[in-house]
């Protein structure tokens, strides 16, 4: 499985479209918190699930499985704990979550996933830190 990862935010809908056409994704998964508020734009959610199936011919699913808790997004977003210490928590609740194991389980049959963040010029996203939690238990 090849795992890559897109931002919702500051990307034209050719540049999404265009590099989930690229990697050939089968399954767009949204790993967003928050994703049907209007500075989504068409990565809104129910916009997204209907453009990811009819431009990209793939699957999307929201998952918030492996969003990040309310409460450290928050911290990270007003700059109350910096990078590392949110992708340090970050993985502990992923971890506690078991969370990896089960997106094997929900996801495993896929071939190009792609996991949706919310990244921007200024600030990182959680599923960069997912992706290397999920290719780290491919290789075992």
């Known amino acids: 499985m090849d795992i ?18 690229e990697w050939g994704a089968d399954l767009v998964l949204d790993a967003r918190l928050r994703n049907t508020n209007q500075l989504a734009g ?16 793939a699957r999307y699913v929201h998952d918030t499985l492996f969003a990040p808790a309310p409460t450290m997004f928050e911290r990270y977003l007003n700059g109350n704990i910096d990078w590392d210490a949110f992708a340090d928590a970050y993985r502990e609740d992923i971890r506690e979550r078991e969370a990896v194991p089960r997106f094997y389980d929900r996801y495993g049959e896929y071939k190009s996933v792609c996991l949706l ?16 939690m ?7």
């Open 4 to 21: 890559h990862t897109i931002s919702a935010y500051e990307t034209s809908a050719e540049r999404f479209f265009g590099r989930l056409e």
């Open 42 to 57: 068409f990565t809104k959610r129910d916009d997204l699930a209907f453009f990811v199936s009819r431009v990209a011919h």
């Open 117 to 132: 963040g919310t990244a921007t010029h200024k600030r990182r996203s959680h599923v960069e830190v997912l992706q290397q």
């Open 134 to 140: 999920l290719e780290a238990a491919a290789r075992g």
